[in-house]
């Protein structure tokens, strides 16, 4: 902008993230199903903080295998996938809630309720 002056500043709340060492630490393992609202938290290494971190991008494309090769979740044994993890977060934008979960809810259910019948 061609400004006459400079505005007043004033510090901003930018988040300053810094990883300890693993050294001795247990972590949990991590999948997330979830919209492209995930991809900012999974470009700042919050991957970091699990053991094994995987991103289920609309419950169709696996990160980061899908980084080197096409890789679904078509391709997994979803019941295998899932006893793997220690913590599953479902999440997404406004705008998906339509549409939550991308069948990742009803294709666990079916797997893990309706074949104990």
Do not use: C
């Not at 505005?7 to 247990?26: C, H, L, Q, V, W």
């Not at 094994?52 to 391709?75: C, G, M």
């Amino acid at each position: 902008m061609n400004l006459l002056f400079q505005p007043r500043t004033f510090n901003m709340a930018y988040p300053e993230i810094r990883f300890e060492s693993d050294e001795g630490k247990t972590k949990p393992s991590l999948v997330v199903i979830s919209d492209s609202f995930y991809w900012g938290l999974y470009s700042m290494r919050m991957g970091n903080l699990f053991a094994d971190n995987h991103f289920w991008y609309y419950n169709k494309e696996i990160y980061p295998e899908n980084f080197d090769n096409p890789f679904t979740t078509k391709d997994v044994n979803l019941q295998e996938e899932i006893l793997k993890y220690d913590i599953i977060i479902i999440l997404s934008t406004d705008a998906n809630l339509s549409n939550f979960g991308w069948g990742f809810i009803e294709n666990a259910y079916e797997v893990f309720y309706q074949h104990n019948i």
